[in-house]
């Protein structure tokens, strides 16, 4: 079912300012990881975050252009900088942070932590959409991309990849399809607008085509070397499926990411009105989901070989250059943790094997991307620079950053109550420090400004859909699904509501700051509902949400970077409770009044800190015993379950 059955109706945008060779051997079908789903020690950039910045004016870009988007999929900043320790024994030494501007991306979907195929139509369409979508918004319609924007535009056009073409990243920039997965449908849009020059993998989906197309086709790294322009496009497939790893060895026949890199350029800088390329890194996700540096850290070496060979040319131009690299996601959260001489694979840790909410690395050359420098933005002023760029334009126009879940919380408006005790949970790394409430077409919006460690803690966001009726969790309802993980949390967690009228229906979890992606819930996260329809006591409902973390405010055995004094840290935790989960009557009687608290307690649910939001009436902390709220948020809502005025406390 597509996500859109959930959200059926548009977010209102809003405008924010500030990022083998074939017939051989062909490469090898050995992908391990798919796209499933922090330490920031290799950042680049600062926590400058444009959402209050004019983009500036530059002088007019005028005649020949050429234009290369770099995406290291997977790649976040540690990657880079565990790159470096590999191939120079050294942070900071890979080509790419050579470039002169330097920043940081945020990448969420619509779903909240990206897949490859929302992120990278993001960066193609400058429209955030669902995961799994590719080349259309979040209504389903057909966007325009960069590749067709250009062609529009004159310039000719390249797709450079070592993952399958029809991969979700390189088909973002040539397709259209609501489905990721539509190999298909993928391979007749490439046949349809078929770019000036396309290299990768995925000989088994294109064979049955390759007659047909108006190309030279080519299926070796000889051919391709010795490929002369004939006035057809240059269309070369040189795996089965993906690329084998580079760890792994090429076969002699098959070119490597720096060698397809350069004989595009060559192929496209021949076109006197210029061009666009898009070059993918692919592995380096493939790795990352592996959770094996051995396989990961020589992928990112190889891109940055082809980020060096896009230097070099940019180098040599004698015209307009604009050279981004960046990545659609981080993959992994791999941390660096230890030196190595170069050569030899660094020690690391991983948290897992699926996508983060990490910022991305963004490195930049060229007019008009002095926009991006050392600024924290989202990832579609990366498209707005390149659109700006491709259109020989004399400024970045600001883009539309529709709401999302990425714990960027202050899109939620006034903060409405602070944290009054500072945090006794550990060594202090948890604090809840704000809570802001907002609804709108999609459902109910809760942003909790503070820090949060990667731990054993829970962050409980408890919601009463029907303020007023005293029923549920809190009241006489005593929950005791006992399941491992974030039900047994809620079952154990002690409350006694000193308010009248509040009982809550739903529970929106997280355990050890991990965020939650629609249509994924799971033990470590997730919307949980026990009452109205929507579960029972003893078994809860696994109701779909999304939940993310901001990145700076993630504690990893520190403080967060982006900590501030108690109950003023900005950003945090950020959950959106959709309409169409909460049961078939929440908004039936034209409207209902929502009551909103926050707690912070041990993985078993069995010990509470002292922070809660509104926060506790005395400093001594909860411990093992009662959590007793006295106050609650709360905010009245229409049938369609917009805001009826603002959100307050009570009593």
Not at 322 to 341: F, K, N, R, S, Y
Not at 541 to 555: E, R, T
Request: net charge negative; charged share 15%; glycine share 14%.
């Amino acid at each position: 079912m597509r996500l859109l059955t959930f959200f059926a109706v548009s977010l209102v945008g809003c405008s924010t300012t500030p990022g083998t060779g074939l017939g051989v051997d062909p490469g090898g079908d050995s992908e391990t990881g798919g796209d499933s789903g922090e330490d920031t020690s290799g950042e680049t950039g600062n926590d400058t975050d444009t959402a209050n910045d004019t983009a500036p004016d530059t002088a007019d870009v005028t005649g020949l252009r050429g234009v290369v988007l770099f995406i290291g999929d997977g790649m976040g900043p540690e990657h880079v900088a565990a790159g470096g320790m590999y191939a120079n024994g050294a942070v900071g030494s890979l080509v790419m942070e050579t470039l002169p501007h330097h920043g940081k991306a945020r990448t969420a979907s619509l779903s909240g932590t990206t897949d490859s195929a929302a992120s990278a139509t993001a960066l193609a369409t400058g429209h955030k959409t669902w995961n799994d979508v590719v080349g259309e918004d979040r209504d389903g319609l057909a966007v325009e991309n960069l590749l067709e924007r250009a062609r529009r535009k004159g310039l000719s056009v390249g797709v450079v990849t070592t993952d399958r073409l029809s991969g979700a990243t390189p088909s973002s920039f040539v397709a259209h399809t609501p489905n990721r997965g539509d190999v298909n449908g993928i391979v007749l849009d490439y046949a349809a607008s078929l770019p000036d020059v396309t290299l990768g993998g995925g000989f088994d989906e294109f064979e049955s085509t390759l007659a047909a197309l108006p190309a030279q086709v080519v299926t070796t790294r000889t051919a391709l070397l010795t490929a002369v322009p004939d006035g057809r496009s240059l269309f070369g497939v040189f795996a089965t499926t993906s690329f084998l790893f580079v760890s792994e060895g090429y076969e002699v026949e098959t070119p490597t990411l720096a060698e397809m890199t350069e004989r595009a350029l060559a192929w496209l800088d021949d076109d006197p009105d210029g061009f666009f390329l898009v070059v993918e890194g692919a592995r380096i996700d493939h790795g990352s989901h592996s959770r094996n540096a051995g396989l990961t850290l020589p992928e990112v070496v190889s891109f940055d070989q082809a980020v060096a060979t896009g230097i070099s040319w940019a180098d040599a131009a004698a015209h307009q250059v604009t050279l981004i690299v960046t990545a659609d996601h981080e993959c992994g959260g791999l941390t660096l943790t230890g030196a190595a001489p170069a050569g030899t694979i660094p020690p690391t840790t991983w948290r897992w094997g699926q996508h983060t909410n990490a910022d991305v690395p963004v490195f930049a050359r060229g007019a008009l991307t002095e926009v991006l420098a050392d600024q924290r933005f989202d990832q579609l002023w990366v498209h707005a620079a390149l659109a700006a760029a491709v259109d020989g334009a004399g400024s970045v126009t600001p883009p539309e950053i529709p709401a999302l879940i990425d714990g960027v919380t202050s899109e939620l408006g006034a903060v409405v109550v602070t944290q009054a005790w500072s945090s006794s949970y550990g060594p202090g790394y948890n604090q809840l420090d704000a809570l802001r409430l907002g609804a709108d077409l999609d459902g109910i919006r809760v942003g909790v400004d503070g820090v949060f460690q990667r731990e054993d803690n829970v962050v409980l966001v408890l919601v009463d859909l029907d303020y007023g009726a005293g029923t549920g969790f809190g009241q006489e309802l005593v929950l005791a699904d006992l399941d491992e993980g974030l039900d047994a949390a809620i079952s154990n967690t002690a409350l006694a509501i000193d308010v009248p009228g509040v009982g809550f229906d739903v529970v929106l979890g997280a355990v050890g700051a991990e965020e939650t992606i629609f249509g994924e819930p799971g033990e470590v996260g997730g919307l949980r509902g026990f009452t109205n329809g929507i579960g029972t006591f003893d078994d809860f409902a696994w109701l779909q949400a999304i939940s993310a973390f901001d990145d700076g405010n993630v504690s990893v055995g520190g403080p967060a970077p982006d900590a501030g004094a108690t109950g003023l840290t900005e950003n945090g935790f950020e959950g959106l409770f959709p309409w169409g989960e909460l049961g078939p009557n929440t908004l039936d009687g034209g409207g209902t009044t929502i009551a909103v608290a926050v707690v912070l307690v041990n993985y078993g649910g069995d010990w509470a800190s002292n922070q809660a939001l509104p926060s506790l009436a005395a400093e001594a902390e909860p411990g093992a015993g009662e959590i007793v709220l006295s106050q609650v948020v709360i905010l009245e809502v229409d049938g369609l379950g917009l805001p009826v005025g603002v959100a307050g406390v009570v009593p």
